[in-house]
């Protein structure tokens, strides 16, 4: 039986203010088997949008946690952005992942919304596909004159009456929660700058002025070409696939064709594979006729037996360059801020560390979002030494052929310094954090932190191997020495940190490395 995990996508109207940002994701990550998937915040829309997945027990917690601690933080009689809202947490859609159904999500939801109604005096309405009316499957429908238009309405237009909870707002406004399936951010570029052609294509493409079903069009120009923008909310009834191709029939009646396109965040391996299936006439295929998902259902039935997953160490000792020493770094680092979670979980609640426990939200939340980034980072190390290699196999026949070589190893290989730089910029974070919960965490697991913080610091030192080789083969010795500097300042504040961590060590626990 699949393990049951739900996504939730939870928008919070908070890009500017990250302290504030950090406590709401603290929330999240502070309820035991949820993981960080992304988080991302946007100043000029002043809106912060939090991807996690869990059980669902875990989720329906996170989520309400979350709701809660945005409607104490942000006030929307102060708020301003670009993105429209209605609340301090604007939306929370559970999407079904493995061993879910839909209708257990819409449970989630209906669950979730009577319990912000109740207990933190919220309206709440209910959307997509756990909409209990027509009129509010669409989100926009239910944003229409934002916070400021609900708050001159609710109460006197039967229409705006909430599913849940008041028939008026208060600073934090209204929340929207549903259920649906997952989304896929899909754009693609046209061989044109003309943007009417993308608006028309737009116009024959979303469902709402009569295209296809489960889809959503803009036409827009992006840096010079013409872009259609598009959400597909059900992959499943209207896949990739089809929609690729309809765009591609609708740009040929103006003599264009396709470009390029482009997702836009997470897009689920199915609905890959079902456009890879579909362009290769593979009739009768099965997924587990994929490579990878054979060898990770034996990885996983492996995993069960020892409770160990290695697949990670397997790759590494493969006779392949990558994962190499830099993505080794990453890995070994997410594991350092995984520890600094810890010790700031077992911190919290515990009456005796009770003045130190904002300072241990704000260090979980953060420790989880490194863990999330230095995560992602081990795949961008490896997939940016595959750049270098692929740069030094370029053709050289020519003088122009071998400019172009010569420039592309010189990119690829400033961009394969850059990703382990960026994780030494990380790491110190994770240093830092490890030195206040040495200092102020719980005393029975100091140990642990500074365990993290010894794992963060190997983490650099192998970071900036990496880094260093890189720059060693830059011709633009400037830049490369500016980047270097960049590393040096890193370093000594590392050692600073280590120093502050020794010191605590001793004086809280009379442990000391000589």
């Known amino acids: 039986m699949s393990k049951a995990l739900v996504e939730c996508i939870t928008n919070f109207s908070e890009g500017r203010r990250e302290a ?29 949008v939090v991807t996690y997945v869990g059980p669902p027990d875990a989720v329906e917690e996170a989520a309400f946690r979350s709701i809660a601690k945005a409607a104490e933080l942000i006030d ?79 109460g006197s237009n039967p229409a705006r009456e909430p599913d849940y909870g008041p028939s008026k707002v208060g600073k934090a406004g209204a ?28 116009t024959a493409v979303r469902a709402s002025s009569g295209g296809l079903a489960y889809v959503k069009a803009l036409g827009m120009l992006v840096e010079g070409r013409a872009q259609v923008s598009m959400n597909l909310v059900n992959f499943r009834k209207t896949p990739v696939f089809r929609v690729v191709e309809m765009i591609r029939r609708e740009a040929a009646r103006y003599g264009v064709g396709v470009h390029s396109s482009e997702l836009i965040g997470l897009i689920p391996q199915e609905a890959m594979i079902d456009s890879a299936a579909w362009y290769l006439q593979l009739d009768g295929f099965q997924a587990d006729q ?63 560390y009770a003045d130190v426990e904002p300072e241990m939200k704000t260090t979980l939340a953060q420790a989880e979002i ?33 400019a172009a070589r010569s420039q592309a190893i010189q990119d690829a290989t400033l961009h394969a310094a850059e990703v382990p730089l960026e994780v030494a910029h990380k790491v110190v974070k994770v240093i830092d954090l490890a030195a206040l919960v040495v200092a102020k965490g719980n005393l029975n697991a100091i140990s642990d932190g500074a365990s993290g913080a010894a794992l963060a610091r190997a983490a650099l030192t192998s970071a900036s191997y ?42 809280r626990a009379d442990l000391a490395i000589p």
């Open 20 to 48: 504030v940002v950090a406590e709401i994701v603290g929330a999240i990550t502070a309820v035991k088997g949820i993981v960080l998937l992304d988080y991302s915040s946007d100043g000029d829309h002043n809106r912060s």
């Open 76 to 154: 929307l009689d102060k708020h301003q952005g670009e993105h429209p809202r209605i609340g301090a947490t604007d939306v929370v859609p559970f999407v079904p992942i493995s061993g879910v159904s839909m209708a257990d999500c819409v449970a989630m939801a209906q669950r979730v919304g009577q319990r912000v109604g109740d207990e933190l005096n919220i309206p709440v309405y209910l959307y997509e596909e756990a909409a209990t009316r027509p009129e509010r499957v669409n989100l926009a429908k239910i944003r229409k004159g934002e916070y400021e238009g609900l708050k001159a309405e609710i």
């Open 175 to 202: 929340t929207v929660i549903g259920a649906r399936q997952p989304l896929v951010a899909y754009n693609v570029y046209l061989t044109t700058a003309d943007i009417s052609i993308a608006k028309q294509i737009a």
């Open 290 to 352: 994929v490579l990878e998902n054979r060898i990770q259902s034996a990885q996983a039935a492996e995993q069960s037996e020892s409770g160990v997953d290695t697949t990670f160490m397997e790759a590494v000792a493969s006779g392949d360059p990558t994962p190499g020493g830099g993505s080794a770094a990453a890995h070994t680092a997410a594991l350092a801020a995984a520890l600094v979670a810890m010790v700031a979980r077992v911190t919290l609640g515990k009456a005796k």
């Open 370 to 402: 490194l863990r999330a980034e230095l995560t992602a980072a081990i795949e961008q190390d490896a997939t940016a030494f595959e750049a270098v290699i692929a740069a030094f196999k370029l053709p050289k026949a020519s003088d122009a052929d071998q």
């Open 466 to 507: 990496n880094v260093r080789i890189n720059l060693a083969s830059l011709k633009d010795a400037a830049n490369a020495q500016t980047l270097l500097d960049e590393l040096q300042t890193l370093e000594k504040r590392a050692a600073e940190l280590e120093a502050d961590i020794q010191s605590a060590l001793k004086d």
